[in-house]
């Protein structure tokens, strides 16, 4: 089947996208295989497994000794720079053919600078803002040593229950490239090899956010429809922008698990999508297909993990403890081996690893503390915020307060205002601290107002004995009710900051309900009750039930979990010094019993203008979202003028060009996010009511106008048709919406022909 996702760029350059007589003078190619003939079986397994730094090998062995024979090409679970250089060095010195090991960590959303979290980043849509983000975040990656990032995550999910939601970009395939292709551009730069960056690793292929029930790890059933319309799309752009590795995911995938599972590996991910790095697995994902069902036994999963196409081990030592004998007795061909450490090889080659394997930990400090990278925190955390309500002009409050009361369990939380998924355990600035900083007059009353924690403990807590964090006792939550209901009385304004704490999202975070944790309803209803002015400020990584908030506070602001400057950037959009422009990149539903919530769904047989048919829950709930995706407030006010198109009606193949005047109608200078939607009304198949095709994030002067211009063209009319079993776009009638949100109004048609 022909590779049509979206238009390529090239992975590899030159030869080796020319096929295998043009490899054969690749330089990069001829040295990986002069190293390979020089290899024992050992040593190329060896480059196919990546150790723990602190986990013994298959007979004991430490990290260091493994490495010193060869049998170790990558090392992962350290940020220690001294640690990182003193095994590099063993592996570049020590081992007999010199080969340089790729050291792998989690930065998700920056390494000593904490970034807002991905899910925040997507509430940006400011894909150039992304990509200088985790440029620095690479820069201080790679002088750390750390030279591999397991991100980005580019799982599309549709289902807040789940905990990873937080890592990736939401629930919408167009917006999910723009992230995808930012962030290892970011990364990576340029190409593999680019100083100061590292490589990445694009994940969960392929599905992974649509678990059954948003529950980790969990079964997924996807048709093949959707898991190219929906799914696939923001890995092809990875790969498009050069990323070098791909990690294949936990679950099962219509019932073959994803790291066993060979269509997947290797006639779509290597075939159709013209993949060229390597597959390295999660975490003991290669072993775990005999947890599955799948394998019968450690080498018979050893054994379908590499034929399958998962290149590289994580953690389980599968490779390494089970293959020699499978290769010895032919079960395992060498040329499967063979092809699995060219493919390790020429990324490292590519990267420069062998002329360049440390990092420069002699610049940290330099690095670390440059003034840029923590202010690019702050702004992108600025540029983050959505503001979901703001009824009677509640915000931004007024700079000569005097008496403020900041509540809530993670109002002082430096930990928890970070996010998941940090590296160095350092702390952020909190929204007490925040607004103390920017009102330096007022005085400034704080109180916890309760708590709230996990149920249960992280895995990894648990399996070391760790329980879950203590929930403050009921008798000592109702004493600090009660004090923050005094704080909130002797207030001018409460600033109320609910949410999750950092372990409440992430991976082994999902929930089965979406309701405020611990005491903080039983907060918030209180605080509201005293008559003061309230503010909901939000930390946290999904969307939340706050339907009883959305009519009874007259503000809302999203904060996600903002960062290292995370206090700051909210204090300066209470108080008006940044005006939030942040869009929703989730559709935030109503309750828990409304997820999966997604914008994008199909039309039913039913006419939904019809006046009878006004929700799908037609008995005791309305369908709507509680704020629907792309949806964020301003402090100032636009306007958009008729949606205009330079052709009513074209062939096949001719792009359509959109145009639209977007005006500032307020006081003060604010940022819009443009966006653009189509629906296909007829077809080969049925296709969703709205699709997200185009967005531009522009600023503002009061009274100032823009005209904004979106190009349709192949790329964002085609869609894979489950009926002809092809990517194609189609004769039909087309509409268009423009707006601030996928509820746009702003409305043009036009017709494409053969």
Avoid: C
């Avoid at 196409?309 to 020699?324: E, H, I, K, W």
């Amino acid at each position: 089947m022909a590779r049509t996702f979206l238009p390529a760029a090239a992975l590899l350059a030159g030869a080796l996208l020319a096929g295998p007589a043009a490899a054969q003078t690749d330089p990069i190619t001829r040295r990986a295989d002069a190293l390979i003939a020089r290899m024992t079986l050992d040593e190329k397994l060896g480059q196919l497994t990546q150790l723990g730094a602190e986990v013994p090998g298959p007979n004991g062995e430490t990290a260091e000794q493994l490495i010193r024979e060869g049998k170790a090409g990558s090392v992962l679970w350290t940020f220690d720079s001294d640690l990182i250089a003193r095994l590099q060095r063993v592996a570049v010195k020590e081992s007999r053919l010199g080969i340089p090991l790729l050291f792998g960590y989690d930065v998700i959303h920056g390494y000593k600078n904490v970034f807002q979290v991905p899910l925040g980043l997507a509430a940006t849509w400011d894909p150039a803002l992304v990509e200088r983000a985790q440029a620095m975040a690479a820069k201080e990656s790679w002088v750390a040593g750390v030279n591999w990032t397991f991100t980005p995550m580019v799982d599309i999910a549709r289902d807040a229950r789940w905990g990873r939601i937080v890592e990736g970009a939401g629930e919408d395939t167009f917006l999910g490239v723009a992230m995808a292709r930012a962030q290892v551009r970011g990364l990576q730069g340029p190409q593999l090899g680019t100083p100061e960056r590292v490589l990445t690793s694009v994940k969960h292929f392929a599905a992974y956010g649509a678990a059954d029930g948003g529950r980790d790890y969990d079964s997924v059933y996807v048709p093949e429809v959707q898991l190219r319309n929906v799914y696939l799309p923001p890995f092809q752009a990875a790969i498009d922008a050069g990323a070098g590795t791909v990690m294949s995911a936990y679950m099962t995938l219509n019932d073959v698990p994803a790291s066993g599972n060979r269509w997947l590996l290797r006639d779509l991910l290597r075939g159709e999508m013209g993949f060229k790095g390597f597959v390295i697995s999660d975490a003991f994902a290669v072993q775990s297909l005999q947890n599955h069902g799948f394998a019968a036994d450690n080498p018979d999963a050893a054994r379908r993990g590499l034929l399958a196409g998962v290149t590289m081990d994580m953690a389980s030592n599968s490779y390494l403890r089970q293959l020699p004998a499978l290769v010895k007795a032919g079960k395992v061909p060498m040329r499967q081996v063979d092809e699995a450490v060219r493919e390790v090889l020429q990324v490292k080659l590519r990267m420069g690893l062998f002329e360049r394997p440390y990092g420069a930990p002699e610049r940290k400090a330099a690095v670390f503390n440059d003034p840029a990278h923590r202010a690019a925190t702050r702004e992108a955390a600025q540029r983050s915020m959505v503001l979901l309500r703001n009824e009677g002009g509640a915000l931004p409050l007024a700079a000569s307060l005097k008496r403020i009361a900041v509540i809530g369990p993670l109002a002082d939380s430096g930990e928890d205002i970070l996010g998941s998924w940090t590296v160095e355990k350092g702390v952020g600035v909190t929204v007490l601290q925040g607004i103390q900083a920017r009102w330096p007059q007022a005085q400034v009353t704080f109180s916890r107002g309760g708590d709230m924690q996990r149920a249960y403990p992280l895995p990894w807590d648990a399996d070391q004995g760790k329980p879950a964090p203590a929930l403050m006792p009921a008798v000592e939550q109702q004493t600090e009710l009660a004090r923050a209901v005094d704080a909130a009385r002797q207030a001018e304004v409460v600033v109320l900051v609910l949410g999750e704490r950092a372990n409440m999202s992430g991976e082994a975070a999902s929930v089965a309900s979406l309701a405020l944790q611990g005491n903080q309803q039983a907060l918030l209803e209180a605080v509201v009750a005293t008559g003061k002015p309230v503010v909901l400020v939000l930390l946290n990584g999904r969307p939340l039930d706050i339907s009883w908030a959305s009519s009874r506070v007259p503000a809302i602001l999203e904060a996600w979990f903002p960062g290292s400057e995370g206090g700051h950037a909210v204090a300066d959009v209470l108080s008006g010094a940044i005006n939030p422009g942040g869009k929703l990149p989730v559709t935030w539903p109503r309750s828990t019993g409304h997820v999966p919530a997604y914008y994008n769904h199909n039309r039913t047989h039913a006419d939904e203008t019809a006046r009878t048919f006004t929700s799908r829950y037609s008995t005791d709930a309305p369908s709507s979202p509680l704020y629907p995706f792309g949806h964020g407030l301003s402090y100032t006010s636009f306007s958009y003028g008729a949606v205009t198109l330079d052709r009513s009606s074209a062939r096949v193949g001719e792009p359509v060009t959109v145009s639209v005047t977007v005006r500032n109608t307020g006081a003060v200078a604010g940022d819009e996010v443009v966006q653009l939607y189509i629906h296909q009304r007829s077809g080969s198949a049925a296709r969703p009511q709205r699709e997200l095709k185009g967005f531009q994030r522009v600023h503002l002067a009061p009274g100032e106008a823009q005209t904004l211009r979106f190009t349709l063209g192949r790329r964002e009319l085609q869609f894979w048709s489950p009926v002809t079993r092809a990517w194609g776009v189609e004769p039909a009638g087309f509409d268009v919406w423009v707006g601030g949100s996928s509820a746009a109004t702003a409305h043009a048609e036009f017709t494409l022909t053969r």
